[in-house]
C-alpha cells in the first residue's frame, strides 16, 4: 500500500499544465460502444479509472491502441453485453455502459455499483428512464438485467433529479433508439454537453445542446460514424491546483483549460480576496493581503461543483473568519472533516452544514487518510501549510483523478514524496 509525504512550508510558483476530463472521457469512451468506426480521441488523461473503463471495454470486445494521451478505439466489435462485478465495483462510472449496451444489443448484464464513501449512490434514475423507453429491468444477484426486445423506444422523459451519469446514460441510450426523446432535467456539466456534441458530430439530432430540456432523434439502431475528437480539460483537477496557490498565498498558473466551464470556482476565489487573471486558456490565481472567509453552497452546474468543496474547506482553515460550507449534493462528502481536524483544523458539522473557523495556529502535519478522490486532494493542499511532515495513506484514490500527480507538483517546486509501507 503506497502513501505519500509532504514535507511543510512549501510555496508552488510557475505553471501547471492541465490534462482531459476524468469526467468527461468515460462517458466519450463508454459511447464508442455505439459506433461503427475507429476513432482518435485526443487529450485522454492517465488516470486509475480510465485505465479501468478501457479494460472492460475490451472485455467487452473493443480494440484499441494507446499512444500517452491519445488513443484510436474501435467499439464496433464489441460483442459481449456483461459488465462484471469485479470491474464494476472497482470504478462505479462502469455504469456509463448501461444505456449504450442495452441501446445496441437489446439486452445486457452490469453488475450494480457499490455504493462508495460519498454516499449510497443509487442508479434508480437510470434505470427508471431505461423503463419509459421501453426496456424490462429486473435486478438479480447483484446485477442489472436489462432487455428490450425490439430496440428502445423513443421517449418523454423527466429526471426527478439532476443526474451526471444518469443523463449521460440515457442520452447515449435514446442516441440509437427507435424514433424521438425529449428529456427534461438533464444535467448541464461540460462533460454532459461535450458527449452531446459528439454524438451530434456522429450524425445523431439533438436539439437543446446545454440546456436542461434535449430533444434527441434515435438512429434506429444504426450505429454511428464517429468524428475525431479531443477531450475538454479537467475543471476539477484545474481548481484544485489553483487551490495549492490559494491555500499557499502564491501566484500560480494553469493552463490548457475553459475558464469559462470554472465560473463558480473563479467567483469564490474572489470572494476569498484573490486575484484572479484570465487569458482563452490560463487561468493565474495572485496572492491577497488577507483570506477571508467564503460560503459555499454545493449545487448542479452551473453552480459551485461539490467535487470542488473538500479543496475549498482546506483553504477555508486559513480564511481570516469564518467559513460555511453546505454539501448539498451527496449526503456523506465530509468524510476529510474529521481527518483535516486531526491536523488541528477548526471545523464543525450540522447536517449538510461545515463551520470553519480560523485555525488561528498553523496546522500540524500528522498521518492522516484518504477516503475518497477529492477528500484525498484537500489533505494535499492542506499539508503544504502544516508545521511539520504529512502523511497521507490510501492515496490510490488520488490516483483514480489526478494524472501524474508528483511531476506536476515537482514542476511547481512541490516535493512530494511516494513510499511504500514494508510488507515484511
Ligand atoms: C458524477 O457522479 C461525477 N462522476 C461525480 O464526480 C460528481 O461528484 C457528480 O456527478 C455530481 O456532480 C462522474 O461524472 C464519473 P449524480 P454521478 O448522479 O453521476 C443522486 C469525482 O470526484 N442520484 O449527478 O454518480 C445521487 O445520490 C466524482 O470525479 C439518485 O438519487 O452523480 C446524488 O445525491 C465523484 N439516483 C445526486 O443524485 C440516481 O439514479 C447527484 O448524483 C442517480 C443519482
Same mark, same amino acid.
Given at each position: 500500500m503506497d502513501y505519500i509525504e509532504i514535507e511543510p512550508n512549501q510555496k508552488p510558483n510557475g505553471k501547471v499544465r492541465i490534462s482531459g476530463a476524468k469526467n468527461a472521457a468515460l462517458p466519450l469512451l463508454a459511447?464508442?460502444?455505439l459506433s461503427k468506426n475507429s476513432i482518435a480521441i485526443k487529450n485522454l488523461p492517465d488516470v486509475v479509472d480510465i485505465n479501468t473503463l478501457l479494460k472492460l471495454l475490451q472485455i467487452l470486445g473493443a480494440s484499441y491502441t494507446k499512444e500517452k494521451h491519445c488513443i484510436k478505439i474501435d467499439g464496433s466489435k464489441i460483442n459481449k453485453t456483461t459488465a462484471t462485478y469485479d470491474i464494476v465495483k472497482t470504478m462505479r462510472a462502469s455504469i456509463l455502459v448501461l444505456g449504450p449496451l442495452l441501446s445496441r444489443f437489446n439486452h445486457c448484464e452490469v453488475s450494480l455499483p457499490g455504493g462508495c464513501a460519498i454516499g449510497t449512490r443509487p442508479v434508480d434514475l437510470h434505470l427508471s428512464a431505461l423503463e419509459k423507453l421501453g426496456a424490462k429491468i429486473e435486478i438479480k444477484d447483484g446485477y442489472i438485467l436489462a432487455t428490450c426486445k425490439d430496440g428502445l423506444k423513443g421517449a418523454n422523459i423527466v429526471f426527478d433529479k439532476i443526474t451526471v451519469t444518469g443523463s449521460e446514460n440515457i442520452i447515449m441510450a435514446c442516441a440509437l433508439a427507435h424514433g424521438s426523446s425529449t428529456l427534461i432535467n438533464v444535467a448541464k456539466e461540460p462533460e454532459v454537453v461535450q458527449l452531446c456534441k459528439v454524438l451530434s458530430d456522429a450524425g445523431v439530432d439533438i436539439k437543446g445542446i446545454g440546456t436542461d430540456t434535449l430533444v434527441i432523434k434515435g438512429s434506429n439502431q444504426k450505429l454511428l460514424d464517429f468524428k475525431d475528437f479531443t477531450i475538454i480539460p479537467d475543471r476539477i483537477e484545474a481548481g484544485t491546483y489553483l487551490c495549492v496557490g490559494a491555500i499557499t498565498n502564491s501566484a500560480l498558473t494553469v493552463t490548457h483549460v475553459k475558464p469559462e466551464h470554472m465560473i463558480s470556482i473563479i467567483e469564490k476565489f474572489e470572494e476569498m480576496g484573490y486575484g484572479i487573471e484570465l487569458t482563452d486558456d490560463t487561468i493565474t490565481i495572485l496572492p491577497t493581503k488577507e483570506i477571508k472567509p467564503v460560503h459555499i453552497v454545493t449545487t448542479e452546474y452551473p453552480g459551485f461543483p461539490t467535487d470542488m468543496q473538500a479543496q475549498f474547506?482546506?483553504?477555508?482553515?486559513?480564511?481570516? +473568519?469564518?467559513?460555511? $460550507?453546505?454539501?448539498?449534493?451527496?449526503?456523506?462528502?465530509?468524510?476529510?472533516?474529521?481527518?483535516?481536524?486531526?491536523? +488541528?483544523?477548526? $471545523?464543525s458539522i450540522n447536517g449538510t452544514t461545515a463551520t470553519i473557523e480560523n485555525s488561528s495556529d498553523r496546522l500540524t502535519g500528522t498521518k492522516v487518510m484518504a477516503t475518497d478522490l477529492r477528500a484525498s486532494s484537500s489533505l494535499v493542499i492542506a499539508s503544504l501549510i502544516a508545521d511539520s511532515t504529512t502523511t497521507i495513506d490510501r492515496i490510490y484514490h488520488l490516483d483514480r483523478g489526478y494524472?501524474?500527480?508528483?511531476?506536476?507538483?515537482?514542476?511547481? +517546486?512541490?516535493? $512530494?514524496?511516494?513510499?511504500?509501507?514494508?510488507?515484511?
Open positions: 459511447s464508442t460502444i474547506m482546506a483553504v477555508a482553515t486559513q480564511a481570516n +473568519g469564518t467559513s460555511v $460550507i453546505d454539501e448539498r449534493l451527496f449526503e456523506n462528502r465530509f468524510m476529510h472533516i474529521a481527518e483535516l481536524k486531526r491536523m +488541528g483544523a477548526k $471545523i494524472e501524474h500527480l508528483e511531476n506536476k507538483f515537482k514542476n511547481i +517546486g512541490i516535493d $512530494i514524496k511516494r513510499k511504500k509501507y514494508d510488507t515484511k
